[in-house]
């Protein structure tokens, strides 16, 4: 079992910054991948970001050049630095951890961009 806690949401204005991090309840180093993904109101839940094991990124078209995943193996946790705000980026982000045959996620944390 594992558990995933994110920090790091709140209110920003548009251009500003913010970090997600998102700590695991037991060591990340062998998990298959790690991913952000986003759930605005009204829509389906959209990948932001992921990173495997080895550390190869990969970043939907709309957060590319602005977002930035990467983990930490030593504190068990994932990051999410999260430059140059938009209001459209408005969501509850949530991490998710595969490991072994199971998707574990966590309880997400809220980002609001105003304009």
């Known amino acids: 079992q594992v558990q995933l806690v994110e920090l790091g949401g709140g209110l920003v204005q548009a251009g500003g910054s913010l970090r997600l991090s998102c700590a695991a309840s037991?060591?990340?180093?062998?998990?298959?991948?790690m991913g952000w993904y986003r759930q605005a109101p009204g829509k389906a839940r959209e990948l932001v970001a992921t990173i495997t094991g080895g550390g190869h990124t990969n970043y939907a078209d709309s957060v590319k050049g602005r977002f930035t995943i990467s983990r930490d193996n030593n504190k068990n946790t994932l990051y999410l630095q999260m430059n140059s705000l938009k209001p459209e980026d408005t969501a509850v982000y949530s991490c998710?951890?595969?490991?072994?045959?199971?998707?574990?996620w966590g309880q997400g944390t809220q980002v609001t961009v105003s304009s």
């Open positions: 037991r060591s990340i180093f062998s998990f298959d991948g």
């Open positions: 998710r951890a595969d490991y072994a045959i199971s998707v574990y």
